[in-house]
Nanobody, 123 residues
Framework: QVQLVESGGGLVQPGASLRLSCATS????????MGWFRQAPGKERELVAA????????YSADSVKGRFTISRDNAKNTVSLQMNSLKPEDTAVYYC????????????????WGQGTQVTVSS
């Protein structure tokens, strides 16, 4: 059974940092693009960051560019999202996802999903 399990969410103050991790099991995703999405209340789910199968190509949404960094460790079957300088508008449920191809930023190509982890940024 394929599983993606996120961890690392929580409640932090503006300006703080968090590191989200996603552990995969059930199959290897070393040949697949991985991404982090988020969905805030009342808003559509959006792609925050993506990384190619090799880690050589990355994408960050404009809203997080310079603050969030995605990385992966194929040997450990994990993908991470380092989030710095967090803002209240970063509050959302964050989802880890795996794509059906080596590289893509098209949300419809992400077909395996975790259950999500809540990130709340508030003073």
């Amino acid at each position: 059974q394929v599983q993606l399990v996120e961890s690392g969410g929580g409640l932090v103050q503006p300006g703080a940092s968090l590191r989200l991790s996603c552990a995969t099991s059930g199959r290897t995703f070393s040949a697949n693009a991985m991404g982090w999405f988020r969905q805030a209340p009342g808003k559509e789910r959006e792609l925050v960051a993506a990384i190619s199968w090799s880690g050589d190509t990355k994408y960050s949404a404009d809203s997080v560019k310079g603050r969030f960094t995605i990385s992966r460790d194929n040997a450990k079957n994990t993908v991470s999202l380092q989030m710095n300088s967090l803002k209240p508008e970063d509050t959302a449920v964050y989802y880890c996802a795996a794509a059906a191809r080596p590289w893509t930023i098209v949300p419809a190509n992400y077909i395996y999903w975790g259950q999500g982890t809540q990130v709340t940024v508030s003073s």
